[in-house]
């Protein structure tokens, strides 16, 4: 088994923006009784000993937290790189003074659309003025920045306009994503899925952005798997290479998983009960669908078992009932029914144009006890081993 | 796009870092949504890459640590991670 890479902090499930395509659980007040300071601390420390590089700090909206800065301090301590996931909502310039002296790496700033009133649409709340304030205080304090665009019926035709604020912007990279069907984006999905005409235009616009560009802005372009003939190899296959740790402490192999996780019965695996160690290389949740022991066919017999992992679990699981069957993305796929006729809606040219799309809700207040003392401790800096070179060959 | 040739001094991108990861014994780079593992030779490179040192020169310094550099191998390096974001290079 290997090591994990990757840990995704889902640090608290409050958020001032009602994305309808938010990949948050729906059941959101399940999550109030968030971990505390110290305990995501011990997650941090237990996660670098387990082999991880790399955190992201997510959500919900991460600056939520008022311990945010300690927990980026604690976690640039023991080593990792640190990568703040935020709407950009509560980036003062104070608050991003603090996070780049406790040694933040990396910021990436989500995007609904490159005009107001639809940006403000799409996340429900006045936001856009706010995003622009967070873009250039972040490029402003020296940090690389990310903007991270979910891609949908109502913002897709936008991407030229999107792309060019970008370079205004001067970001440095853009991930064009188009949506995941999980959490929100689940019920809403037919008033989300793009048409083929859509894909084929926004598609046709980024390869010649990127061409245009060159290396001034990296773009990263997600494809839609429901357009796909074969799934996505979601996240690698199961438990295999990075995992999820959600606000009330539960641990998750894919950041979708929360209902598959309680659909299976299982014993849970939460931080509060056990050392990251023995989740990630015991926990019954994480063994479930790791390897290829689990697949049914087609998956089995499949050549291509070991590209794509039999898909993702979540979909398998949200559309199925079963997150042990083949992702009805692909076309082998018995249950591929499914995505086709959401597929023959999306480009059903007697569809309703525009549908009523359910925001994500405000979560409840959450329970929390925080004990954060912030900015008064001087940040360790992190210290690499020194590379013992001479003589060595590989 | 940039050119990696035998004058490109090459650095690390803004957004990426080395690490040396005691949990696998081995150094990794870093960016936002990318590990690349790195085996010693290429970590070896990558210190060497500090905007100011070649790839001619860089050659020759590794040329001096190890004796299995190939011809060619400090600049592939480079260009594959020019090519993925993770290096950028300047010239004269």
């Known amino acids: 088994m290997d090591k994990p890479y990757g840990l995704l902090a889902e640090l608290t499930y409050s958020c001032p923006l009602h994305c309808a395509y938010c990949s948050n659980p729906l059941e959101l007040d399940n999550y109030r009784d968030e971990l505390t300071t110290e305990e995501w601390q011990r997650v941090f420390a237990e996660a670098a000993d387990l082999g991880v590089l790399q955190l992201h700090l997510s959500g919900g909206e991460p600056l939520q937290r008022r311990d945010i800065v300690d927990l980026v301090r604690s976690a640039n301590q023991v080593g990792l790189y640190t990568n703040l996931i935020t709407s950009g909502l509560g980036l003062s310039l104070r608050r991003a003074e603090q996070l780049r002296e406790a040694g933040l790496d990396h910021v990436q700033l989500s995007i609904q659309a490159d005009e107001q009133a639809l940006s403000d649409h799409i996340a429900g709340t006045p936001s856009f003025e706010r995003k622009h304030v967070a873009a250039g205080l972040v490029k402003q304090l020296g940090w690389p920045l990310t903007l991270n665009v979910v891609l949908h019926q109502q913002n897709i035709d936008r991407i030229s306009g999107i792309l060019d604020m970008a370079e205004a912007m001067e970001a440095d990279r853009i991930e064009l994503a188009n949506t995941q069907y999980a959490g929100w984006a689940g019920p809403n999905q037919a008033g989300l899925l793009p048409s083929r005409d859509q894909l084929e235009r926004a598609e046709a616009l980024v390869q010649a952005a990127k061409e245009r560009l060159g290396n001034r802005m990296e773009i990263i372009y997600v494809i839609p798997d429901y357009y796909s003939k074969y799934p996505k190899p979601c996240m690698d296959g199961w438990a295999s290479r990075q995992f999820t740790v959600v606000p009330n402490g539960e641990a998750l192999p894919c950041p979708a998983a929360h209902e598959l996780a309680r659909s299976l019965d299982l014993p849970p695996a939460n931080v509060r009960d056990h050392s990251l160690g023995w989740i990630w290389e015991e926990a019954p949740l994480f063994q479930q669908f790791r390897g290829d022991a689990w697949m049914p066919d087609p998956c089995r017999s499949c050549d291509r078992k070991d590209i794509d992992f039999g898909g993702c679990r979540c979909q398998a699981f949200a559309l199925t009932g079963d997150a042990a069957k083949t992702d009805p993305v692909c076309h082998l796929s018995p249950d591929h029914g499914l995505v086709e006729a959401a597929v023959a809606a999306a480009n059903d040219p007697n569809s309703p144009t525009e549908r009523t799309l359910i925001p994500r809700p405000q979560m409840g207040r959450p329970f929390r006890k925080t004990t954060a003392t912030q900015g008064t401790t001087a940040g360790t800096p992190v210290t690499l081993l020194p590379t013992v070179l001479k003589g060595q060959h590989s | ?92």
């Not at chain 2, 990426?16 to 081995?26: D, H, L, P």
């Not at chain 2, 490179?45 to 860089?58: F, G, K, N, S, Y």
Request: with cysteine; proline share 3%.
């Open chain 2, 1 to 92: 796009m940039e050119i990696v040739d035998e004058t490109a001094r090459p650095r690390l991108a803004p957004h990426v870092r080395m690490t040396f990861n005691a949990a696998r014994g081995e150094h990794a780079l870093l960016s936002p949504e990318t590990v690349w593992v790195l085996n010693s030779t290429g970590a070896a490179i990558v210190e060497l890459c500090d905007a100011e040192r070649t790839v001619a020169e860089i050659s020759v310094e590794l040329r001096s640590r190890y004796d299995q550099v190939a011809e060619g191998d400090v600049q592939r390096f480079v260009a594959e991670l020019v090519a993925k974001h993770g290096m950028e290079v300047d010239h004269g």
